[in-house]
């Protein structure tokens, strides 16, 4: 679930972007995991999944490394989220779902990004589109 006011528009970084409407302080909660509409499965479970079933959930989702099961975010927001080295944003380490803080001030118009290898391998990401 999303915490602040964004748009989702062309992004420099790749395509499509999150960008906040509202100054954000360091510390704000961005997204927060929602049990009612978000999805966790475990690794058994992916498997079961048919090929097309896995290229979606990888696209869209990814496989925690913290834990080992897969997530699929509902907010369509999540899905627009660019990935940066030095994102504007991190994991909070203190919570096992998504929980997204602002690790600095973020300015109204700014994009929002995240170091997608806090919660995933490199080596997941990396298998993108293709999932064995």
């Given at each position: 679930m999303v915490l602040f006011e964004y748009e989702i528009k062309e992004s420099a970084l790749n395509?499509?972007?999150?960008?906040?409407?509202?100054?954000?302080?360091k510390g704000k909660r961005l997204f927060q995991a929602s049990p009612k509409l978000d999805t966790e499965i475990s690794a058994e479970e992916f498997e079961k999944l048919d090929d097309r079933e896995k290229r979606e959930f990888i696209h869209y989702g990814y496989l925690d490394k913290r834990v080992g099961t897969y997530k699929?975010?509902?907010?369509?927001?999540?899905?627009?989220?660019?990935?940066?080295?030095?994102?504007?944003?991190?994991?909070d380490p203190d919570v096992i779902g998504t929980c997204l803080t602002a690790n600095r001030d973020i300015k109204a118009g700014e994009e929002i990004t995240f170091n997608y290898f806090e919660v995933m391998n490199e080596e997941h990401f990396q298998q993108g589109f293709n999932p064995k």
């Amino acid at each position: 679930m999303v915490l602040f006011e964004y748009e989702i528009k062309e992004s420099a970084l790749n395509g499509l972007g999150v960008f906040t409407k509202e100054n954000i302080k360091k510390g704000k909660r961005l997204f927060q995991a929602s049990p009612k509409l978000d999805t966790e499965i475990s690794a058994e479970e992916f498997e079961k999944l048919d090929d097309r079933e896995k290229r979606e959930f990888i696209h869209y989702g990814y496989l925690d490394k913290r834990v080992g099961t897969y997530k699929l975010d509902f907010s369509v927001a999540l899905r627009f989220l660019n990935f940066s080295k030095n994102g504007n944003c991190n994991q909070d380490p203190d919570v096992i779902g998504t929980c997204l803080t602002a690790n600095r001030d973020i300015k109204a118009g700014e994009e929002i990004t995240f170091n997608y290898f806090e919660v995933m391998n490199e080596e997941h990401f990396q298998q993108g589109f293709n999932p064995k």
